[in-house]
C-alpha cells in the first residue's frame, strides 16, 4: 500500500539555520503532498501542499517540490526561527482511497536561539 | 474562517467504558474521517463516511469502533469497551469533495483510558 518515509530526527538548528527534512513516498496513482506542521500541545495544520509533479508548495519561507522521478518531496526553509519549533509530517492523499491521507513518522524539529 | 471543531478536548475515561468524541465538519464538506495518534507517534487513519456509510476503514476500526453522523452536523466516534491502547488524540477531518485534497483537521481530543 500506500507509505511515506521522512527523516526521524530530532532535528536541532540554531536560529537562522537552514533546514531540510527529508521525504519520500511510495504510491500507486498520483498523489496529492503534503507537509503538516504540529506545535506542542496543538493539532495539526497543513503547511503546505503540492497536487502534481513539478508544483511548489510554499508557506510561511518553507517550500517543498513535488519530484515524480525521485518520489520525494522534501521540506526547506533558508533561516529557521525558534518559532518553528514543531513536529512536521509529510503525508499523502490518495484519490484512488476516498483521499485519506496517509502520515509519515513526524520529524521533531527544535530551533535554539 | 470555517473549521472543524472537537469535543471534549480532553477525555478522561476507565477502562471497559463505553466514550463518544464528537466532531463538528465544515457545513458542506461531505467526506468526514477519523485519525488517531498515540502519544510520540505518527497519525494513523482509521475511518472514513461518505454518504452515511463507511467508505473505508483500517484495521485498527476494529468492532469496538463505531461511527456515526447522527443529526446533519456531528459526526460521532465511539469506541465501545476502551483499552488502555486506545490511549491516544483522535482528530476528525472533513473535505468538501474527493480531489478538493486539502482535508482540515479539528483540534484533536485526547483520550486517556485508565
Known amino acids: 500500500g500506500d507509505s511515506v518515509t521522512q527523516m526521524e530526527g530530532p532535528v536541532t538548528l540554531s536560529e537562522e539555520a537552514c533546514l531540510t527534512i527529508?521525504?519520500?513516498?511510495?504510491?500507486?496513482?498520483?498523489?496529492?503532498l503534503f507537509w503538516y506542521v504540529q506545535y506542542p500541545g496543538e493539532g495539526l495544520q497543513l503547511l503546505l501542499k503540492?497536487?502534481?509533479?513539478?508544483d511548489k508548495g510554499s508557506n510561511k519561507g518553507f517550500e517543498a517540490t513535488y519530484r515524480k522521478e525521485t518520489t520525494s518531496f522534501h521540506l526547506e526553509k533558508g533561516s529557521v526561527q525558534v518559532s518553528d519549533s514543531a513536529v512536521y509530517f509529510c503525508a499523502l492523499s490518495d484519490r484512488t482511497s476516498y483521499d485519506k491521507v496517509i502520515f509519515g513518522p513526524g520529524t521533531s524539529l527544535s530551533v535554539i536561539p | 474562517e470555517p473549521e472543524v471543531t472537537q469535543t471534549p478536548s480532553h477525555q478522561v475515561t476507565q477502562m471497559g467504558q463505553e466514550v463518544i468524541l464528537r466532531c463538528v465538519p465544515i457545513s458542506n464538506h461531505l467526506y468526514f474521517y477519523w485519525y488517531r495518534q498515540i502519544l510520540g507517534q505518527k497519525v494513523e487513519f482509521l475511518v472514513s463516511f461518505y454518504n452515511n456509510e463507511i467508505s473505508e476503514k483500517s484495521e485498527i476500526f476494529d468492532d469496538q469502533f463505531s461511527v456515526e453522523r447522527p443529526d446533519g452536523s456531528n459526526f460521532t466516534l465511539k469506541i465501545r469497551s476502551t483499552k488502555l491502547e486506545d490511549s491516544a488524540m483522535y482528530f476528525c477531518?472533513?473535505?468538501?469533495?474527493?480531489?478538493?485534497?486539502?482535508?482540515?483537521f479539528g483540534p484533536g481530543t485526547r483520550l486517556t483510558v485508565l
Open positions: 477531518a472533513s473535505v468538501l469533495g474527493l480531489s478538493y485534497n486539502e482535508q482540515f
Open positions: 503540492a497536487t502534481k509533479a513539478d
Open positions: 527529508n521525504c519520500t513516498y511510495t504510491a500507486t496513482g498520483y498523489p496529492s
